[in-house]
């Protein structure tokens, strides 16, 4: 069965980027997939120090519950993260949660290891949400080569974006004429992507 992770980065809960999260996992679930989610601000995710611990063992040593979120980043078939731009950026919380996947990158890179099942690796889908206040489509810039990154490390060649501007009251999102349809499409969409990518789909 198909995987797919949500993760909220908002400190708003039930915000304009949590609020097209629900529906995007919602469609997803509705398309045959097995959705979880994880909410960042309800964990005490600690920004990496960049001790270096991870160059030698590829293991994060910060004990705050991260190790059981790798196996879901690195297992799960697709990721869907949302967020909100904060200083034409991704939010702390989120950017702490990504800056923690270094010893991935560490794992990966520098000791050459697997870390994701080389045989479903192919069909490793991802999907970014994010919402902007100001009127400006170039807030996604910085946060777009952040999530480039994320994704490449985890190795998710292919990504889904979706991005609205001029979103800033808490709600904003609802009216908005089409951004929770596009959001429930795009997750039914790398779903089922994903799906015919495993070969769980006829073609
Ligand atoms: C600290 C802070 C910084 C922000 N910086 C930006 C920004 O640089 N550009 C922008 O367009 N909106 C900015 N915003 C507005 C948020 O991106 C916007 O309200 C967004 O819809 C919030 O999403 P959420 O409800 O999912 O948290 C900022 C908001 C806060 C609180």
Wanted: hydrophobic letters at 40%; glycine letters at 8%; charged letters at 25%.
């Amino acid at each position: 069965m198909v995987k797919i992770l949500g993760v909220a980065g908002s400190p708003r809960e039930r915000g304009n980027s949590s609020l097209l999260l629900d529906e995007a996992l919602r469609g997803a679930k509705d398309a045959g997939a097995k959705t979880s989610k994880i909410i960042l601000c309800n964990r005490d995710i600690y920004p990496c120090e960049g001790c270096g611990d991870c160059d030698k063992t590829g293991e994060c040593t910060i004990d705050d519950g991260m190790d059981k979120i790798y196996n879901l980043t690195t297992s799960a078939n697709g990721i869907i993260l949302a967020a909100p731009i904060y200083f034409n950026s991704l939010n702390a919380q989120t950017k702490a949660f990504i800056d923690r996947h270094q010893c991935i990158w560490t794992r990966k890179v520098l000791l050459e290891e697997e870390v994701t099942d080389p045989a479903t690796r192919h069909a490793r889908r991802g999907l970014f949400l994010a919402t902007a206040g100001a009127n400006d489509p170039h807030a996604f810039d910085g946060a777009l080569k952040v999530m480039n990154m994320f994704f490449a490390v985890l190795d998710i060649k292919y990504y889904e974006r979706l991005l609205f501007f001029r979103i800033d009251r808490k709600g904003a999102i609802k009216k908005h004429p089409t951004a929770l349809n596009d959001a429930y499409a795009a997750g039914e969409h790398l779903m089922v992507e994903i799906a015919r990518s495993l070969g769980e789909l006829a073609e």
